[in-house]
């Protein structure tokens, strides 16, 4: 039977947020494996759906950020995840942006960061996925990648192709993220001309990695909620144009309006939790318009109730991802999401 959340909770949060998050993973990971993963198993609710290609287990998933360096894939994978998303991971390891860079905003449910993709660099990454037994038990694996704070943004497509080919016989499917609002000048990216061009490259190289591999990777674009239709609109088109097989909607927020006045409320970085939901459900229903009832859509950005995840799917997602749900409620929030999502069958 798993520990209450709520005996944890009060503890980890008198501790600074990072500190917080760094205990956690390292206790996951020292645990993963062993007889002590009960205190936060739960039981699997099956809920399978096809989606480019994969069948998906149950629809809702572990999104990228919280487990940057692949440490923990089946300690996070025992609460009930269908899928789990690890990364952003970057060529090269980095320390990410100065510390302190992540705050909690309670009174709001959500988390401001700037972290800045700190890492320990593609080699670890890697290791760490082989060493992981969570894809051998059918549940799917992402890896999402990014590039590098000192590469210079002419040259990004570089580090996104390097991540493509480290990653790809890992993974059930690759993130190319795009969006995250904390390396300098990333969601420049997001741009008509420029994600052609990143787009284009990684279509190439993946085909190739295809032909070497013997299969064929999914690729997923994860973009941000402050965009306007008509900037959602040329992603559509844009990810359609290069055999893209899915979008994840979407990454934090840069948009204060909903925590003005709060402690933290003013920190830099990307807002994620509770006040995220309207801005990312509000994208996902501009994609699914723009890409056509088919193409495979994962909501992000908000959930912190088996309601919140239902919003989704009617906004338009497939299936669903939480990150700061897991902080403020705990394990318990991936078994309720599945079933809410499970009942709207």
Not at 4 to 30: C, I, M, N, V, W
Not at 74 to 103: H, I, S, W, Y
Not at 259 to 267: I, N, Q
Request: glycine fraction near 10%; include cysteine.
């Amino acid at each position: 039977m798993p520990l209450p959340y709520s005996l944890a909770r009060p503890f980890l949060f008198g501790l600074d947020p990072e500190a917080a998050h760094d205990l956690t993973l390292g206790t996951l990971q020292k645990l993963q494996g062993t007889p002590l993963a009960l205190a936060w198993c739960a039981p699997f609710v099956e809920d399978p759906i096809e989606l480019a290609g994969l069948r998906f287990p149950n629809r809702v998933g572990l999104a990228a950020g919280l487990d940057k360096n692949a440490r923990c894939i089946d300690a996070l994978g025992g609460m009930g995840f269908g899928f789990v998303e690890v990364g952003t991971v970057t060529p090269l390891p980095q320390p990410g942006n100065p510390k302190p860079r992540m705050f909690r905003l309670p009174q709001a449910n959500a988390l401001i960061n700037r972290l800045g993709f700190n890492n320990d660099g593609l080699d670890a990454f890697v290791a760490n996925v082989k060493r992981s037994s969570f894809r051998s038990r059918g549940r799917l694996l992402g890896l999402n990648i990014g590039k590098n704070a000192a590469t210079p943004i002419e040259r990004a497509t570089d580090d996104y192709l390097l991540g493509l080919s480290g990653v790809y016989p890992h993974a059930d499917y690759v993130t190319v993220n795009i969006s995250s609002p904390n390396t300098k000048n990333l969601r420049a990216l997001q741009s008509d001309e420029a994600l052609d061009a990143l787009l284009s490259a990684l279509a190439e190289r993946r085909e190739a990695l295809a032909r070497e591999h013997g299969r064929r990777v999914p690729l997923f674009v994860k973009i941000a909620p402050d965009l306007d239709e008509a900037q959602v609109d040329v992603i559509a088109a844009t990810l359609r144009r290069h055999g893209m097989d899915g979008v994840i909607a979407t990454n934090t927020t840069l948009s204060r309006d909903a925590v003005k006045g709060m402690e933290h409320g003013g920190e830099a970085g990307g807002l994620s939790g509770a006040p995220v939901l309207g801005a990312s459900n509000r994208v996902i229903a501009q994609l699914r318009a723009a890409l056509g009832s088919s193409f495979p859509i994962i909501g992000v950005g908000g959930i912190l109730s088996g309601e919140d995840a239902a919003t989704k799917i009617r906004a338009g997602a497939d299936v669903v991802q939480v990150y700061t749900g897991l902080i403020y409620r705990g394990p318990a929030i991936v078994p309720e999401v599945a079933k809410a999502l499970r009942a709207l069958r």
